[in-house]
């Protein structure tokens, strides 16, 4: 993860935080999201309380890995055709959790697991995972 000089460089770090993002992602899609959506009703309201407080504090940091690396790879490197590939799976799934999968979080929350609501949760995170593989993707094709 290092450029020819020796130190750790803007691409190299988006291609960490992009395989982190899409590792936390794919975990989200095959194993957390199928639990929370066989939790039996009465148990709906601890189990989706217990969930939303505990990844949490992972979302901050996968997030916050992928936001402080395109802030580096932005202020340093010129936009490619790779980079842009990556940025678009990136505002894909910023815009995912935006404006579906947070606020149906919350609509969960208060109402309970709703069959509609479960089903946006699902696409929304089939939408997240598709921009986390895209944003790898184009951040491996910017090393070229």
């Known amino acids: 993860m290092r450029g020819e000089d020796g130190?750790?460089?803007?691409?190299?770090?988006?291609?960490?935080?992009?395989?982190?993002?899409?590792?936390?992602?794919?975990?989200?899609?095959?194993?957390?999201y199928p639990a929370l959506v066989a939790t039996p009703?009465?148990?709906?309201?601890a189990v989706h309380a217990a969930h939303s407080r505990r990844i949490t504090r992972v979302v901050a940091v996968v997030y916050g890995s992928v936001v402080a690396a395109w802030g580096w790879a932005l202020a340093t490197l010129p936009l490619?055709?790779?980079?842009?590939?990556?940025?678009?799976?990136?505002?894909?799934?910023?815009a995912?959790?935006?404006?579906?999968?947070?606020?149906?979080?919350?609509?969960?929350?208060?109402?309970?697991?709703?069959?509609?609501?479960?089903?946006?949760?699902?696409?929304?995170?089939?939408?997240r995972l598709a921009g986390a593989a895209l944003t790898l993707g184009g951040a491996a094709g910017a090393l070229g």
């Open 41 to 45: 009703a009465r148990d709906w309201a």
């Open 96 to 127: 995912a959790t935006a404006f579906s999968a947070a606020p149906t979080h919350a609509r969960l929350g208060r109402l309970g697991p709703r069959p509609e609501l479960l089903a946006r949760l699902v696409r929304a995170d089939a939408v």
């Open 7 to 32: 130190r750790i460089d803007a691409t190299h770090a988006l291609l960490a935080a992009a395989a982190l993002h899409a590792g936390f992602q794919a975990v989200v899609t095959a194993v957390v």
């Open 80 to 94: 490619s055709p790779w980079l842009g590939v990556a940025l678009a799976g990136s505002v894909l799934t910023g």
